[in-house]
Every structure is written in C-alpha cells, then in structure tokens.
C-alpha cells in the first residue's frame, strides 16, 4: 500500500521553516513544484510512511545536517528508518534502531552525510601542523555508528579512547581539527 501523502503540503511548510539554510526552493516557485512533485513520487514509495516519521526524520535534520545536494536523501533514509523501527516495535520484536548495539547503531547511521555509517571520519590538523603531528586523523562521528564505537573503546580501552578524536568536540570547537582541510595539499 502506497502512503497517500494528504499531509505533504503541511509537512513541506513546516520543514521549509525548520531548514531556512538548506537551499530549498519556494513551495509555489517553478522550481519548487518541480522539486516537491518527485519528493511526493519518491515518499510514496516508503510504505507506512506519516506525518510523524517524517517530522522525526526532519527533525533528525537539524542535528545531522545534510549537504544541499544530499537533502533529500537523507529526509527519505531517516524517514524509513523510523518506519522501519516502528514497526519493528509493533510485531514486538526488537527495535532495528536498537542504539546500544552495533547492528542497531549501524542501521541507524547508513543515512549519516558524515560516515554513511562506517562511524568513523576524517579530520585535520589546523595549520600550522606541529612536527611529527599527523595532519589527518580518523576521529569518531557524531551520528549513532560513532558513539557506539566510541562508548565501546572507552569501556577496552580508556586511555586509546582519549587519544581518538571525538567529532563532537571538534564541531563544537574550538579544536585543533577542522572538518575540512583548510591547506591545498592533500594529506595522503
Ligand atoms: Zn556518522
């Protein structure tokens, strides 16, 4: 059964205020019927999808943020995560998005910009990078996958864990690792 999708105009206002910086179109712009006709095509394919998941979905948005060119797709991962998950929990078997284990946390990080579910990413050391300091380094991510890892070599191994850079704290800055090269060469 196809969701019918009658609260798609209702959820595009309220997800065009909640991401103002996304690069998303007008609703009533040519480019934005264009745009919002094959988002109503490509929703209507996630069975069981509401104005609820896709509210959390959006939602998820804010504190995982996409690139422009990758809005969508994520919109549409986390939508069916959160379908996926509640009806999981409707058969009464256990949640997919079950964060304190690895299958869980990974299911729910596929739909990560940052990882795509690996866990891991790679950030840089702010120049001037300091003699013998590698100018990149695998840090955990923020999404789900990241912090299961992370909260995994805390418990093996604390002092290891401390060495890790955490992507939280670098995006929370100020930190000695940016996201994003900030010199021309690349480090490998
Ligand atoms: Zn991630």
Redesign the pocket.
Known sequence: MKASLEFLPIFLREHLARHPRAGLPAIESKEGGVVYASWRKLLGQIEGLDYDALTIASERLIV?PASDKKHFTALAAFAAEVVLAKEAAKRGGKPRQDLSTHEGSKAA?LG????????L?TVFRRPPVPERCPPAVAAH??????RWMRRRLEAQDPVLARRVVDLDLVLRGPSDWVVDPEFERAPY
């Open positions: 995982e990080s990560c910009e940052r990882c795509h579910g690996g866990g990413v991510c923020v999404c789900a996958m990241g």
